[in-house]
């Protein structure tokens, strides 16, 4: 069997989901499980949170069939709603929450002839431009929702779009604009993603939508997850399967990009783009080999990348391997290579195979 694996802690994420609960205390939450639980399975996510999460949200029906499977009651948060109207009778039959940001969506459902009335979320652009009504919008279509035969409870929703730069003027902006709306009667509010839900208070509301913190990994560019108290959800790990000694000028991989400025020892390392691991890596990006960090070098190919090992003497064939998780933090590589963490855990291919643990 080919030495990659990504182990997913799934105490990890019950902790991270704890901890959310704690920085909104007797408020509610929805565990955000979209795209496969951002790359940790969908289905072990869902089961490792079913006695806690007060519900689940989702990016379409598709991923929400897969959840009501595992839950027959939670509650399941469509956050971007029907993408066609024949969806509404399967969101119907499934009990979903349902967000509305279109007109379009608010006549289809209008229209529909469903089997028991939707909770409906009507999306506001409170400044982000992405999803959503204006304010003006949200109070004409409240008195046609409110009362209409397919709708359950109304409830307010938006999202932030600079949460994760703490301190962000358009974030207080936002705040503004949702809570110039509290006059209209709405069932349930919900604002914050994980970045709102752990440094601002005012945008708590009755519902948290958390995501990336769940899986220990942080929704800002100056505040580590350990500092935040978060557990890594995902250590991706590989072997060493092959130890070279390269004479200085002599080059590694693809494209001779890398060269030998001395003597080097190299290990070829069982993890590659394909993998999910991100081909920008540049070079000197650290690699946990047999137990310290060592610098990638040279282009990162499908199937492999090479590590200078020249100091780490105990580094031999067989060695052990972390990409990212309990010692790399995926946040620190996401950095690294310009990206997030969100995106690079998200990545990780269908190839890997998965292994959870429960401690
Ligand atoms: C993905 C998503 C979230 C979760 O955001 P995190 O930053 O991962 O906590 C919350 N709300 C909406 C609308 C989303 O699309």
Redesign the pocket.
């Known amino acids: 069997m080919r030495p990659l694996l990504a182990t997913i802690d799934l105490a990890a994420i019950q902790h991270n989901y704890a901890l959310a609960q704690r920085c909104a205390p007797g408020r509610q939450a929805f565990a955000?499980v979209?795209a496969n639980a951002?790359g940790h399975g969908v289905r072990e996510v869902v089961g490792a949170l079913l006695e806690l999460a007060d519900g689940f949200?989702v990016?379409s029906v598709e991923e929400a069939v897969v959840v009501r499977e595992l839950h027959t009651s939670t509650r399941i948060l469509l956050?971007?709603g029907c993408f066609e109207a024949a969806e509404y009778a399967l969101a119907a039959q499934l009990g979903l929450d349902v967000?509305v940001h279109t007109a379009e969506q608010a006549d289809a459902l209008l229209a529909a002839d469903l089997q028991q009335p939707l909770r409906v979320w009507l999306k506001l652009d409170s400044g982000m431009h992405r999803?959503g009504f204006s304010p003006a919008e949200v109070r004409a279509w409240h008195p046609r929702l409110r009362g209409a035969a397919q709708v359950a409870e109304l409830n307010l929703?938006s999202?932030f779009a600079c949460?994760?730069e703490r301190g962000h003027p358009l974030t207080e902006e936002q705040v503004e604009v949702f809570l110039d709306l509290l006059d209209l009667d709405f069932d349930q509010r919900s604002l914050a993603?994980?970045?709102a839900?752990l440094t601002i208070p005012a945008a708590h509301m009755d519902w948290q939508?958390?995501?990336?913190?769940l899986y220990g990994a942080t929704?800002f560019a100056d505040l580590s997850a350990e500092e935040l108290g978060l557990r890594p959800a995902m250590s991706l790990t590989a072997q060493v399967i092959a130890v070279h000694e390269v004479a200085a000028g002599q080059s590694v991989g693809y494209g001779a990009s890398w060269m030998a400025p001395r003597d080097s020892r190299i290990a070829t390392v069982s993890c590659g783009y394909a993998d999910g691991y991100p081909r920008q890596a540049p070079e000197g990006t650290s690699v946990w080999v047999a137990g310290q960090r060592a610098p990638l070098v040279g282009r990162v190919s499908m199937d492999m990348l090479t590590v200078d090992i020249s100091a780490v003497p105990e580094a031999q064939l067989g060695s052990a391997v972390e990409l990212w998780g309990a010692q790399l933090p995926v946040d620190e590589l996401a950095q690294a290579c310009g990206t997030i963490g969100?995106e690079l855990l998200s990545k990780v291919t269908a190839r890997v195979p998965r292994r959870y643990r429960q401690f």
């Open positions: 955000v979209k951002y949200a990016a956050l971007e967000a999803l929703l999202h949460a994760d993603n994980s970045a839900l939508r958390p995501g990336i913190m929704p969100y």
